[in-house]
């Protein structure tokens, strides 16, 4: 059996459907704090887990003696902003209890996701590299950090195989995101169409590395099939897809909707955190160990977010 903690979410939405499809419906059980409420097709198992609730957790594990487990339960950027010390309990504590009990179960694989987020004020803002200073200065930043030291501690100390990939924004058009800072650039698409316009909380100017969400299931169940002796990064992998700024985006959006127009708020709290943010990601670590290669660039991506909103309305 196949646990997904946070299925509920912006990722886990996805990622519940992708497993279920490779391994099987019932072989892929949805665990989050509500039930799903989007799409009653999602009928395979579900149990109510909160990961702070470690006997809850325990049971779990002990019914479903999982194989693999994924762990997307999270606050993320700006949420945790508003809720430091909840994000740092959920972030942490949460990713602690899956790594104990994967060991009490010898779960064989356990998936973490970390973020573009690790990086901080000081890190290289261009080409970010795999190994560098990471100053991050949001609370979700720096359980990232954390987590991802705790993940190769786990497998160094325990021979646990943890894996985890450093996900920048992600674009989606199914699951409604949750908290984040990049999430200006799918609420643009949906203004876009239903209003034809758009004010973005993030200024022209912010660069930030971005990616479908179609690559980044697809480079999550890569990098989970692709055999251990070939990861050698067991904190957490650059992960790279297409930067652009809302400007640049806006631009791409007119070339479907002419009359498209974007304004900008100022004064929003994302803005200084995407200021600490890299503008553009090297993963040529993932390229070189698991074959990571990016299909969707930014034309492809609006195309593929319109028709599938405007077929969603
Ligand atoms: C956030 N979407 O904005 C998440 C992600 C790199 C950004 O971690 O917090």
């Known amino acids: ?4 903690l946070g299925s509920n979410g912006q990722i886990g ?10 391994y099987g419906e019932n072989n892929v059980v949805a665990c989050d704090i509500r039930r799903p409420d989007y799409d009653i ?22 019914k479903y003696k999982p194989t693999q487990v994924y762990l997307l339960a999270a606050l993320l950027s700006a949420t945790g902003e508003q809720n430091p010390k909840l994000a740092w309990d ?23 996701p970390s973020s573009i987020a690790v990086f901080g004020p000081n890190s290289p803002k261009v080409n970010t590299p795999q190994y560098c200073v990471m ?12 987590g991802e030291r705790w993940c190769e501690y786990y497998n160094q100390k325990f021979g646990l195989d943890v894996r985890s990939i450093r996900y920048p924004g992600l674009i989606s058009w199914k699951a409604a995101p949750g908290g984040g800072t990049t999430d200006y650039a799918i609420h643009i698409f949906h203004d876009a169409l239903t209003k034809g316009s758009y004010a973005s909380f993030l200024n022209a100017e912010t660069e930030l590395p971005m990616m479908y969400m179609d690559d980044a299931i697809r480079g999550t169940i890569q990098l989970m099939d692709a055999e251990s002796s070939k990861i050698s990064i067991r904190s957490s992998y650059n992960f790279g897809g297409v930067s652009f700024t ?3 985006l806006a631009t791409e959006i007119k070339k479907h909707i002419p009359d498209f127009n974007l304004t900008y708020k100022d004064n929003d709290p994302r803005q200084e955190i995407a200021n600490s943010w890299p503008r553009s990601i090297d993963d040529s670590f993932a390229q070189q160990d698991w074959g990571w290669k990016p299909e969707f ?10 028709k599938n909103l405007q077929n969603k309305s």
């Open 90 to 112: 959920l972030n942490m504590n949460g990713l602690l209890n899956i790594l104990d009990l994967a060991i009490t179960y010898k779960t064989a694989k356990v998936y973490w």
């Open 41 to 62: 097709k999602n009928s395979g198992p579900f149990e109510f887990v909160n990961v702070l609730e470690k006997d809850i957790l325990n049971n779990i594990f002990q």
């Open 13 to 22: 939405t996805e990622l519940v459907t992708a497993l279920r499809n490779t």
């Open 297 to 306: 660039d930014l034309s492809k991506m609006t195309v593929d977010m319109l």
């Open 246 to 248: 809302p400007e640049v």
């Open 135 to 146: 100053d991050p200065n949001t609370v979700y930043g720096i359980s990232k950090l954390a």
């Open 1 to 4: 059996k196949i646990l997904v």
